[in-house]
């Protein structure tokens, strides 16, 4: 590649209205870390930090409300104890001149009733069970059987995103993103395999995507759009063995468009499988890209001259990278050198402590 791709890459720019260093982001990252009352230990504080130099840090999933969670040790945004713990990763990645936006999830069915308030069970647009496992306090479990949301409860999930978001402000974050992504609630609502509702928000794609798009505004009233993401993953299956939509070109397409409408900071796609090879030729992600109109965050399998074409070529703003940041916390610095990347051993992807999370190596400068 030459110089002036690598020029790219490593250029300033703004997504939506916040302003990057580079255009490689950090992609969301499960490390299930947190205390089991959704609050961070200072070690977030030194995981972040390491990894500033990204344009753009996304940080992992984290938990909107105690209903919205379906894993052991992940973070949330919904008590003041989480937003202040949070504060204290957003301001050590600005003190290294870094940004930082929070990734808002709710899990819907992907749960199970032991990491429920009083062993409730799950909820989800339809009362379908999710297959695969969730992390519990016992180990591996196969998701609960949830129950179908009442349209009258929708109101009160709004509020829950709304309140995410204001504790999102008062930590200090740069932005948000929701997460619309990878069989999780609001892609559960989006596609027709799993959203068999008869209200106002099934049926058509229109009706599906209602209540994604009626939590992207509540969101961006409080954020303003253009510090609101949004991600996707039109392809992915393997969360929750969630099947396809069956039109997942229109149904996404549709998603995209209307939310480019609202002028948001970015969309950012999952492009292909999660944890699988890049599928970008399998969907034509370049016409959600289009329909969206504005920054376009491209993710899934991409290495370095992959990136650099991405983004030279104008197919992508930014490219987000997963696991490289888990062993190289330097990595931005280490893509600019075409150094060599460490690969992390997937033993040290989730729980534990700072081994496996913050004593990988820099390479220096």
């Known amino acids: ?57 996304i940080t992992e999933a984290t938990n909107i409300s105690r209903q919205g969670r379906g894993y052991a040790y992940t973070p949330g945004i919904y008590t003041d104890a989480q937003a202040e713990a949070w504060r204290g990763v957003t301001d050590a990645v600005h003190a290294e001149g870094g940004k930082i936006v929070v990734q808002l999830w709710h899990v819907g069915r992907v749960s199970h009733s032991s990491l429920q308030e009083n062993g409730a069970s799950p909820v989800a647009p339809s009362a379908i069970p999710a297959g695969g496992t969730v992390y519990t306090l016992a180990g591996n479990e196969a998701p609960s059987m949830p129950r179908a949301l009442e349209t009258a409860e929708l109101p009160g999930l709004l509020e829950d995103y709304r309140r995410a978001a204001r504790l999102a402000k008062a930590a200090g974050f740069d932005g948000v993103e929701v997460h619309a992504a990878n069989g999780y609630l609001l892609d559960q609502f989006l596609r027709d395999s799993t959203n068999h509702r008869t209200d106002f928000y099934g049926g058509s794609v229109e009706n599906r995507a209602r209540f994604p798009i009626e939590v992207v505004t509540a969101v961006a009233e409080i954020w303003g759009a253009g510090r609101v993401g949004v991600r996707i993953s039109p392809l992915s299956t393997a969360i929750g063995n969630t099947p396809l939509d069956s039109d997942p070109q229109a149904t996404y397409g549709y998603f995209a468009r209307q939310l480019g409408q609202l002028r948001l900071a970015y969309l950012h796609a999952v492009e292909g499988q999660l944890r699988d090879a890049n599928g970008a030729s399998a969907l034509d992600f370049k016409a959600l890209h289009e329909g969206f109109g504005g920054s376009y965050i491209a993710n899934n399998g991409y290495n370095r001259d992959m990136a650099h074409a991405a983004v030279a070529s104008g197919y992508a703003d930014m490219v987000s990278f997963g696991r490289a940041f888990i062993g190289n916390p330097d990595l931005v610095e280490r893509l600019r050198k075409d150094a060599p990347l460490h690969d992390a051993p997937q033993s040290a992807y989730y729980g534990g402590g700072a081994q496996g999370y913050t004593d990988f190596p820099a390479i220096g400068v």
Do not use: C, W
Not at 8 to 24: Q, T, W, Y
Not at 29 to 43: F, I, N, Q, W
């Open 1 to 57: 590649m030459s110089d002036i791709h690598g020029m790219d890459l490593f250029k300033p720019a703004f997504i939506g209205d916040i302003e990057v260093s580079n255009r490689v982001a950090m992609a969301p990252l499960t490390r299930s870390r947190a205390g089991m009352d959704g609050v961070h230990t200072p070690l977030a504080i030194d995981y972040y930090r390491q990894r500033a130099s990204a344009g753009l840090i």
